[in-house]
């Protein structure tokens, strides 16, 4: 059974710092790529980060040069450091493979999540 579960978020001042980890389980993590997604109130869910099977690392615009995705195969863990966080940078953050998990039914799997607010 494919499980994902994201750790790290919480309240933090703009420019300040929080690491996002996300532990997967039911998938062959070392095969493939991961991502780092989020979604705002009242927007669609983004890809923000993007690390290969390989560690090529890719990201959106709006988290280069503040981001930073890493992985550890042996642990099935995926991380997101995130610096100089700005209020737009609230949002709930997801981890997933990059393309998301396709269930049996049709439909991407998430899992619950977890929630950063920026704000002083």
């Known amino acids: 059974q494919v499980q994902l579960v994201e750790a790290g978020g919480g309240l933090v001042q703009p420019g300040g710092s929080l690491t996002l980890s996300c532990v997967a389980s039911?998938?062959?993590?070392?095969?493939?790529?991961m991502g780092w997604y989020r979604q705002a109130p009242g927007k669609q869910r983004e890809l923000v980060a993007r690390i290969s099977r390989g560690l090529s690392t890719n990201y959106a615009d709006s988290a280069k040069g503040r981001f930073t995705i890493s992985r550890d195969n042996a642990k099935n863990t995926v991380y997101l450091q995130m610096n100089a966080l700005k209020s737009e940078d609230t949002a709930v953050y997801y981890c997933n493979t990059d393309p998301p998990i396709r269930t049996k039914y049709g439909v991407n799997y998430w899992g619950k999540g977890t929630l950063v607010t920026v704000s002083s």
């Open positions: 039911g998938i062959i993590f070392s095969l493939n790529a």
